[in-house]
């Protein structure tokens, strides 16, 4: 019971604290209405009876003040923005810790909102984006982007290479279920037929299947060499965008965003066939369209500027080199493989007629690296070759990775501005 009256006590003792208007309020209706109590001044101003009581019997009305938010001035600013970007390396703690040693006390959060506007500048220089137009026939730009996509009623992780005029905004798209090099390379060459010339200039990311590593210091990459001969053979250069900057290469970056939110979504396929099918269907309508930034129907601008500067194909295009695949053949009795004529004999490849021909001739070491050529040979109809039992490559009429001409050390090149 004792408890409950100090509590009771206490509440009565405590008022709270009102804005002076209201005071003056309060003395201005009891001066206008002497018969009015405390309890309808009160109820009028919507406070407390007891408010009303205190302050007409004097209480003074208190005014809260709060002190002024401290600000640097220019010379401590300008100082503060210095040490930020030398000996402090943008932490903020750091420059608060160097001002206190120069004498200068400051709160943190009062240097912090003095260094914000200069962050903020900062951060928008860094991530600012001139855009980079090409001239007709200057520039494609390629990349891969992948999906699950629904086919046969089963969901397919499907890769798509996408390949994008600079100038134009024409679009090619191929479908595959990997994004090996030669994956990339028959993409390219698909996108070279489908845009009937070749661009001065192919523009690449960092993928592994591309690039076999980097030199920050000298600013230059190195090329893969199977990619790099592939691209020599078409007459067409090599450049590389910066790593972890994907704008660099936004036109694509945005086509392969416009391939996956466009022209696959809500698409079911019944099969591979049909998905590959569907793909020149939809890049017809995807160069019909009026694209967001030149504001032209891309097939439009292509044939009006960009197609006549395109160089026109090799009348025979290069050929890909084929993967290198391995088998393991059995342990009993010798083994009779077919080999082409060009890697047994060292003969060209004949114009018409089987490729691969079948005769007995010596053992041969498992994983022999090559066939040395015959010096007498003249074609039989067949030849072949009989060795132990081991691994051997499939496809022996694939040149070895290692040997390429004029390609056997990574290409360097500059990266792309």
């Not at 980079?132 to 629904?150: A, K, Y």
């Not at 090996?180 to 698909?190: D, F, I, K, T, V």
């Not at 996956?260 to 269907?281: E, Y």
Request: charged share 25%; aromatic share 8%.
């Amino acid at each position: 019971m004792a408890i409950c009256n100090e509590v009771e006590a206490h509440r009565i003792a405590e008022v709270p604290m009102i804005r002076p208007d209201k005071v003056e309020q309060i003395q201005l209706l009891r001066a206008q209405h002497p018969r009015w109590g405390n309890r309808r001044i009160a109820q009028e101003l919507g406070l407390a009876r007891n408010t009303v009581r205190d302050y007409l019997r004097g209480k003074e009305a208190l005014v809260q003040s709060r002190p002024a938010r401290r600000a640097l001035d220019e010379a401590t600013v300008a100082l503060a923005v210095a040490l930020l970007d030398g000996a402090a390396e943008g932490n903020g703690v750091v420059v608060r810790r160097l001002l206190a040693a120069r004498g200068i006390d400051v709160a943190l959060r009062t240097l912090e909102r003095a260094l914000q506007p200069y962050r903020q500048r900062a951060r928008a220089a860094k991530s600012a984006t001139v855009r980079f137009e090409t001239l007709p026939g200057e520039q494609l730009q390629i990349d891969f982007g992948q999906r699950m996509v629904s086919i046969g009623g089963a969901p397919t992780r499907v890769f798509f290479f996408v390949a994008v005029l600079g100038f134009s905004r024409r679009i090619f798209v191929r479908a595959s279920l990997s994004s090996r090099q030669e994956e990339w390379r028959a993409g390219l060459a698909g996108a070279f037929a489908h845009f009937g010339g070749l661009p001065r200039a192919v523009l690449i990311d960092n993928d592994g299947a591309l690039v076999v590593g980097r030199d920050r210091e000298t600013d230059t990459a190195r090329i893969h060499p199977g990619f790099a001969a592939f691209c020599k053979d078409w007459g067409v250069a090599v450049r590389v965008c910066h790593p972890y900057r994907p704008r660099t290469k936004g036109k694509t970056e945005s086509g392969v965003k416009y391939v996956k939110r466009n022209g696959i979504a809500g698409q079911d396929f019944a099969s591979f066939a049909a998905l590959t099918a569907w793909l020149p269907q939809w890049m017809a309508l995807a160069d019909g369209r009026i694209h967001g930034t030149t504001h032209e129907r891309p097939h439009e601008r292509f044939e009006r500027a960009e197609k006549a500067a395109l160089q026109p194909l090799p009348s025979i295009p290069p050929a890909h080199e084929p993967r290198v695949l391995k088998r393991t053949v059995a342990a009993s009795g010798p083994t009779l493989f077919a080999v082409p004529i060009p890697r047994a004999t060292g003969w060209s490849r004949p114009a018409s007629g089987p490729t691969l021909f079948a005769v007995p001739i010596p053992s041969l070491p498992p994983l022999y690296p090559s066939i040395p050529p015959s010096p007498v040979a003249t074609p039989p109809s067949t030849q072949a070759i009989r060795g132990p039992p081991g691994t051997f490559d499939d496809d022996v009429d694939a040149t070895p990775a290692d040997k390429f001409d004029g390609v056997d050390d990574p290409v360097e090149l500059d990266w792309a501005a």
